[in-house]
C-alpha cells in the first residue's frame, strides 16, 4: 500500500484555501454544543484549518488563529501525561474498545464494574484525570495539561478559557453522574469534585487551528517533539495513541470517520478535529457546528476533501 507522501508547502497552500473557499460557501452548518451555555453562543460562520508538517513551518486557511474552546481534544493531552506518570497500568482502570455510544453515555459503566471501554469517550477521560490527581491537587495538574500543551504547540500564551469551565462546572450534572458511578464501583480514587475540576478545566483550554496543529505533531513523529527532539511518548505509546484515535476519537461515529477520512482523529464539541498523518504532519480543522453525533460537521468535511486532495489516508490514496 503507498505510504503517505509530503506535500510541497506553496500546493498545501492553494489545497487549504480551497477548501476554506468551498467550506464558506455551505449552507448546512451543524449545531452549536447547547448544553454548555458558553459554546451555545460561539458564532456558527467560521471555519480554520492548519497543517503542521512534522519537519516544516504550518501552512494554514480560514480562521486557523481564533481561538476555541477544545473540549475533548484535552483527552489527548491528558492521556499522554497519564501515560508519562503510571505508564500501561492505567490499562487496568480504562479499556481500549470503541464504545458504539455517545461520548457522555453512562450504560457500559454498570455492565462493566465502572471500567470505562475507552480513554476517549468523557467516562474513559475522567478516570485519566483521576490518574492524574494520585501525587497533584487539580490546580497543579490542570497546570501540567496546560503546560504539556504550551511546550508542545511552543505557545507560552494558551490558557483555560476560565467562562467555559466555569459553565461546565454549573451544569455538568451528566458528568457528575458518571463519576459518581465510577466512584461507587472503585474506580474513581480521589473526591468527584476535584477530579471534575481538572476535567472541566482540562476541556476549557483554548487554542487555534495553528496551535492545536503544531501540538500533535509528536504524534506524526513517533514521539518525539520535533521542536527540540525531546520524547513526548515512546514510539511505542504514539503508535497506540493514535491507534485509539482511529477506534475511538470520534465516539460513535469513529467507523464513520475511518471509513469517509481514514485518519486516526480527536474531535471536541468545541467543533476542533485534530488529525494525525503519519510520518508526516498533524492537521487541525474547527468549525463550532457539530452534527448529530457531537463531531464537527464542517471540520469533517474539510478532512474528507485533505484527504481526497493529499491522499493522505494511512489506508491509501483515493484514486
Ligand atoms: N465531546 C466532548 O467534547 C465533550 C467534552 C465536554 N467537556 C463534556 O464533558 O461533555
Redesign the pocket.
Known amino acids: 500500500m503507498p505510504r503517505p507522501s509530503v506535500i510541497e508547502t506553496g500546493e498545501l497552500q492553494v489545497i487549504l484555501e480551497d477548501i476554506a473557499d468551498r467550506v464558506a460557501g455551505m449552507s448546512e452548518r451543524g449545531k452549536v454544543a447547547q448544553?454548555?451555555p458558553e459554546l451555545a453562543s460561539v458564532d456558527l460562520n467560521q471555519f480554520g484549518i492548519a497543517v503542521a508538517p512534522i519537519d516544516g513551518a504550518p501552512v494554514s486557511a480560514g480562521n486557523a488563529d481564533t481561538l476555541f474552546s477544545i473540549?475533548?481534544?484535552s483527552k489527548v493531552f491528558s492521556l499522554t501525561e497519564a501515560l508519562q506518570h503510571v505508564g500501561a497500568t492505567l490499562w487496568q482502570r480504562v479499556g481500549r474498545e470503541p464504545s458504539g455510544d455517545p461520548?457522555?453515555s453512562i450504560v457500559q459503566l454498570e455492565h462493566e464494574r465502572g471500567i470505562p471501554r475507552n480513554p476517549f469517550i468523557?467516562p474513559g477521560a475522567i478516570v485519566v484525570a483521576d490518574v492524574l490527581l494520585e501525587d497533584r491537587s487539580s490546580d497543579e495538574a490542570v497546570n501540567d495539561v496546560l503546560n504539556l500543551c504550551r511546550t508542545l504547540a511552543e505557545d507560552a500564551s494558551i490558557q483555560v478559557d476560565k467562562a467555559v469551565a466555569d459553565s461546565?462546572m454549573r451544569t455538568?450534572s451528566?458528568?457528575r453522574a458518571l463519576a459518581h458511578f465510577m466512584k461507587a464501583e472503585g474506580n474513581l480514587k480521589a473526591p468527584v469534585e476535584d477530579v471534575l475540576s481538572l476535567?472541566?478545566r482540562q476541556?476549557?483550554i483554548a487554542m487555534s487551528c495553528r496551535q492545536l496543529a503544531v501540538a500533535g505533531r509528536y504524534l506524526a513523529a513517533a514521539g518525539q517533539n520535533p521542536a527540540d527532539g525531546s520524547t513526548v511518548l515512546s514510539a511505542q505509546r504514539a503508535r497506540r495513541v493514535t491507534a485509539l484515535m482511529m477506534m475511538c476519537g470520534s465516539?460513535d461515529a469513529s467507523g464513520e470517520f475511518a471509513f469517509r477520512v481514514g485518519l486516526p482523529a480527536k474531535?471536541?464539541?468545541?467543533g476542533g478535529i485534530l488529525c494525525i498523518v503519519p510520518g508526516i504532519a498533524s492537521v487541525t480543522a474547527w468549525s463550532p457546528g457539530l452534527d448529530a453525533k457531537?463531531n464537527s460537521h464542517l471540520a469533517s468535511i474539510a478532512f474528507q476533501e485533505l484527504v481526497r486532495a493529499t491522499g493522505w489516508s494511512v489506508f491509501g490514496p483515493s484514486v
Request: charged fraction near 10%.
Open positions: 448544553y454548555i473540549q475533548s481534544i461520548f457522555n468523557n461546565e455538568g451528566r458528568n476535567y472541566f476541556c476549557s465516539y474531535s471536541g464539541v468545541g457531537g
